[in-house]
């Protein structure tokens, strides 16, 4: 499985941003893409993730109301829209996937084998 994370960049605090994920290889039935997040000096968290099967989705609270993600099945591809930007959203992106997570462990990124390279936002204020 091959990760492609782009659509980062640099916007002003309130601006949006979409963050596209294209998956290759088997990225399909019961696997989960994850969003995570990682600003400099800290931990790597999670932001949101999304089932292939079904679509359902989970989110950090930092991402709820203003983050959404969702897929593409045909396109092989899951987004990440990121509204209302604010300044401590600054921080280099990834996607990630694997095919046995259970619910409990989505938000964890020790769970998830494939990591794309990851796409840097940067939000001034």
């Known amino acids: 499985v091959q990760l492609v994370e782009s659509g980062g960049g640099l916007v002003q605090a309130g601006d949006s941003l979409r963050l596209s994920c294209a998956a290759s290889?088997?990225?399909?039935?019961?696997?989960?893409m994850g969003w995570f997040r990682q600003a400099p000096g800290k931990e790597r968290e999670f932001v949101a993730a999304?089932?292939?099967?079904?679509?359902?989705?989970y989110y950090a609270d930092s991402a709820k109301g203003r983050f959404t993600t969702s897929r593409d099945s045909a396109k092989k591809t899951v987004y990440l829209q990121m509204n209302n930007l604010r300044p401590e959203d600054t921080a280099v992106y990834y996607c990630?996937?694997?095919?046995?997570?259970?619910?409990?462990?989505?938000?964890?990124?020790?769970?998830?084998?494939?990591w794309g390279q990851g796409t840097e936002v940067t939000v001034s204020s």
């Open positions: 290889g088997r990225t399909y039935g019961s696997y989960a």
């Open positions: 999304i089932r292939w099967n079904g679509g359902s989705t």
């Open positions: 990630a996937a694997d095919n046995s997570i259970i619910l409990s462990a989505m938000g964890s990124a020790a769970a998830y084998k494939y």
